[in-house]
Nanobody, 120 residues
């Protein structure tokens, strides 16, 4: 089994910052692309940012210049630094990882989500 556990969410004022972390653990030997998604109330889940095993990144336009995704492969951890937060960033943030498993195969896994609330 593979587990993803997010942390770092919370309540912050507009203009503030938060840093999310997601640790991957369990029966796997490496991760490929990792990413962060979010889902606001009444809206569909959307991609926020992704990062490949080689460090290439991709962002949704609404967070470019404000959010930074990074990873520490030795710690099997992906981060999302969120600066200049806006009320519209309020959502549950989910971590996702494409994982190479010891028992064979490649599969996507998701975390349970962490709430980010930005007050205006």
């Amino acid at each position: 089994q593979v587990q993803l556990v997010e942390s770092g969410g919370g309540l912050v004022q507009a203009g503030g910052f938060l840093k999310l972390s997601c640790v991957v653990s369990g029966s796997f030997f490496s991760t490929n692309t990792m990413g962060w998604y979010r889902q606001a109330p009444g809206k569909q889940r959307e991609l926020v940012a992704t990062i490949t095993s080689g460090g290439s990144t991709n962002y949704v336009d609404s967070v470019k210049g404000r959010f930074t995704i990074s990873r520490d492969n030795a710690k099997n951890t992906v981060y999302l630094q969120m600066n200049s937060l806006k009320a519209e960033d309020t959502a549950v943030y989910y971590c996702a990882a494409n994982v190479n498993r010891w028992n064979g195969g490649v599969r996507d896994y998701w975390g349970q989500g962490t709430q980010v609330t930005v007050s205006s």
